[in-house]
């Protein structure tokens, strides 16, 4: 029965070396994996946080509309000529602070006229 057990045993212990082995060439690419996932995480922790705040700032204004490039989402702004979804995108630093473009969009009339009337320039991309 000894001599049982001791063969149980090592061959346990050689299994057992082979898992380990075998977990420890993938554990590189776990880290990699987990290392995306927490990146990840982190850009989408940024993009709420950025939309809590451009949702509260809106929320409040009555004048004007806040867009938070780090939203990467469209605010809603009532006009004269009705609901206004602004979007902003290319945004570009400069001398004097930054520089992005607008997107006006408004189903009853075309963005290129909501544009104008709200003094963005044609194309509504805030060229003046």
């Known amino acids: 029965m000894t001599i049982s057990y001791r063969a149980g045993y090592a061959v346990s212990a050689l299994l057992l070396t082979g898992c380990a082995s075998q ?37 409040q204004s009555t004048r004007g509309i806040y867009l938070y490039p780090a939203a990467k989402t469209a605010a809603e702004v009532q006009s004269e000529a009705g609901t206004l979804r602004v979007s902003v995108d290319q945004v570009e630093a400069e001398a004097r602070g930054a520089r992005a473009a607008a997107y006006p969009q ?23």
């Open 23 to 59: 977990q420890e060439a993938q554990l590189p690419q776990l880290r990699s994996e987990v290392g995306h996932l927490n990146q990840r995480l982190q850009n989408l922790t940024n993009q709420a946080t950025a939309l809590v705040a451009q949702n509260e700032q809106n929320r």
């Open 106 to 128: 408004h189903r009853r009339r075309g963005a290129d006229a909501v544009a104008r009337d709200c003094g963005l320039g044609s194309g509504g991309r805030g060229d003046r």
